[in-house]
């Protein structure tokens, strides 16, 4: 399924079932809440192989304390790309023991954990170990690239590959 939002997405409750049959979902150029994305992630989208967020502000509420958190749980999930707006201080979380395919294009706080991951793509501001915390992702990763922003507006690239 693909979704250009252009305005704020608004998922049906909890009540109205789960979609079982969704294998890939695609959204882009709009808003969505935080809230109610990982509550179809976790429990309403049980064959999720394939997600994107492509341009897409997703509005965040605090947590625990004054921290505020999108936390992407999903058992099915084999691949994934975020270009989305999250605030610098709030936290990405990626829990998704099958995750195989990584694309990341925001400026946040990361938590990821993704024991199969073998393609990751990254393009960040900075690399902070205290801010990105990368689990379990060593093990099979196969392809690392990250793209730097330099201060001078250039871009730092460095390619990894394993046979």
């Known amino acids: 399924m693909w979704l250009c939002l252009g305005r704020k997405l608004r998922f049906p409750s909890q009540s109205a079932g789960a979609f079982t049959a969704l294998a890939a979902l695609e959204l882009t150029t709009g808003s969505v809440s ?94 902070d170990p205290d801010r990105h915390r990368l689990e379990e992702v060593p093990r099979h990763l196969r392809r690392l690239r990250v793209a730097i922003n330099t201060p001078l507006g250039g871009n730092d690239a460095a390619v990894r590959d394993r046979p």
């Open 34 to 127: 935080g809230g109610e994305l990982e509550s179809i992630l976790s429990s309403r989208c049980p064959q999720l192989k394939k997600l994107a967020l492509e341009v897409v502000t997703i509005t965040l509420r605090p947590a625990a304390g004054d921290n505020r958190a999108l936390c992407i749980r999903s058992d099915s999930l084999e691949q994934l790309k975020i270009i989305a707006n999250i605030y610098r201080h709030d936290l990405l979380q990626v829990a998704t023991p099958e995750l195989k395919s990584l694309f990341l294009n925001v400026h946040c706080n990361l938590h990821i954990i993704a024991p199969k991951l073998s393609k990751l793509y990254w393009h960040c501001n900075s690399y």
